[in-house]
């Protein structure tokens, strides 16, 4: 069965750090370029970061860059979404998405990052950042 299977959401104080994992099962992330993508209460989907295939290309929207760092584990076929610094406006349910693309460049990624045009979706983890 293909999936991708999102964990490591939670609640956290502002300023509070969460790592988020991705786990892909039936199928290897080698050859798709990966993204978070986050909804919170009311408002669209909107991206958060991506990974290209091999880890050359990394994308962030701008609001988290410096704060959130997206990587990839090969061997555990495993994204990873570091956040740190967290602000209330961060919460919201984070999705990962993976599509195939086994080459892209940054305009390419952002791109994806930007419209989530991903093959395959999470179910989603739960991220709330409280006082």
């Known amino acids: 069965q293909v999936q991708l299977v999102e964990s490591g959401g939670g609640s956290v104080q502002p300023g509070g750090s969460l790592t988020l994992s991705c786990v892909a099962s039936?199928?290897?992330?080698?050859?798709?370029?990966v993204g978070w993508f986050r909804q919170a209460p009311g408002k669209e989907r909107e991206g958060v970061s991506a990974i290209s295939s091999g880890s050359s290309i990394t994308v962030y929207y701008d609001s988290v860059k410096g704060r959130f760092t997206i990587s990839r584990d090969y061997p555990k076929n495993t994204v990873y979404l570091q956040m740190n610094n967290l602000h209330s406006e961060d919460t919201g349910i984070y999705y990962c998405?993976?599509?195939?693309?086994?080459?892209?460049?940054?305009?390419?990624?952002?791109?994806?990052?930007?419209?989530?045009?991903?093959?395959?979706w999470g179910q989603g983890t739960q991220v709330t950042v409280s006082p």
């Open positions: 039936g199928f290897t992330l080698d050859g798709y370029i």
């Open positions: 998405a993976a599509a195939k693309m086994a080459s892209v460049s940054r305009p390419q990624a952002t791109d994806f990052m930007t419209n989530g045009r991903g093959s395959y």
